[in-house]
């Protein structure tokens, strides 16, 4: 079968027609880790500055991570927007759906589920 994103025939019965996500470079890592340690920065202050950031998934050009510190730490997530990291979300308690409300192909497998502050109620992505 002809598989549209290899741009090659295949037996899919011995090779699954999926995407290849590669792991991003060390080069493309770090400025990923830069760009979200500025914006947390810009969100919380100074403080932000001494935070460790570590970059557990990305997916195309959606991120996610942590951030800790002395002070204890959280998760985030971000978005490379016009060939630029952006931050999403960062915490430690709920997701908010609103949050991802402009990046509706946000992966799903790395957030599922979020609050719905409207309604009130946690709900599938």
């Known amino acids: 079968s002809w598989c ?3 741009q ?10 999926e995407a290849v996500t590669s ?3 060390i080069d493309e890592t770090e400025a990923l880790k830069t ?9 919380h202050g100074s ?8 970059v557990s998934k990305v997916v195309g050009g959606y991120a996610q991570g942590g951030a800790s510190g002395e002070g ?9 927007v016009n060939g630029q990291w952006q931050l999403v979300w960062d915490g430690n308690g709920v997701i908010t759906c609103e949050s991802f409300g402009s990046y509706p192909d946000f992966p799903k497998e790395m957030v599922p ?7 009130g109620k946690m709900k599938k992505r």
């Open 4 to 6: 549209e994103v290899k």
């Open 35 to 43: 760009a979200i340690k500025k914006a947390l920065v810009a969100k």
């Open 8 to 17: 090659k025939c295949l037996r899919i019965w011995e090779e699954p027609c």
């Open 72 to 80: 204890g730490g959280g998760m985030w997530f971000g978005a490379k």
């Open 47 to 54: 403080s932000a500055n001494e935070l460790k950031i570590s």
């Open 23 to 25: 792991a991003p470079t």
């Open 113 to 119: 589920e979020c609050y719905d502050e409207q309604s």
